[in-house]
C-alpha cells in the first residue's frame, strides 16, 4: 500500500463519522499523489502527509438557543485549526462584513 493510502486509511479510521472531511482529504491527496510517488520515502521520514491531515488544534464548543416552540436547544459548534505556519488561522464568524 502506497503512503498516500496509509494516511487516507489512518484518517478515516481516526475520524469515522466525519464523509465530508474523508472526501476532502482523499481530493487533496490524490491531487499531490504525483509529487508524493516521485520520493515516497521522504515525505514519509518527515511524516509530512501526517501534519497535513492532523490539525494542531480542535476547539469544541455549545451553542444554546431557543427553537420557536420555545424549547432550550443545545448544538455542538467546532473550530478545527490546521497551520498557522504563515501567520494567524484564518476563517471563523464575523459580526461584521468589515471585520
Known amino acids: 500500500m502506497s503512503y498516500i493510502d496509509d494516511v487516507y486509511t ?6 469515522p463519522a466525519q464523509p465530508e472531511f474523508h472526501q476532502a482529504v482523499k481530493e487533496v491527496l490524490e491531487s499531490i499523489r504525483p509529487a ?6 521522504k515525505y514519509r521520514q518527515l511524516a ?5 491531515t492532523t ?10 438557543w431557543v427553537d420557536d416552540q420555545g424549547q ?3 448544538n455542538n459548534g467546532y473550530r478545527i485549526e490546521f497551520n498557522n505556519a504563515l501567520g494567524p488561522y484564518k476563517g471563523g464568524l464575523a459580526a461584521s462584513p468589515y471585520c
Open 36 to 41: 508524493v510517488e516521485k520520493d515516497e520515502a
Open 55 to 64: 490539525p494542531d488544534r480542535q476547539l469544541l464548543f455549545r451553542v444554546p
Open 10 to 15: 489512518r484518517v478515516v479510521e481516526q475520524n
Open 72 to 74: 432550550v436547544q443545545v
Open 48 to 52: 509530512l502527509l501526517e501534519r497535513l
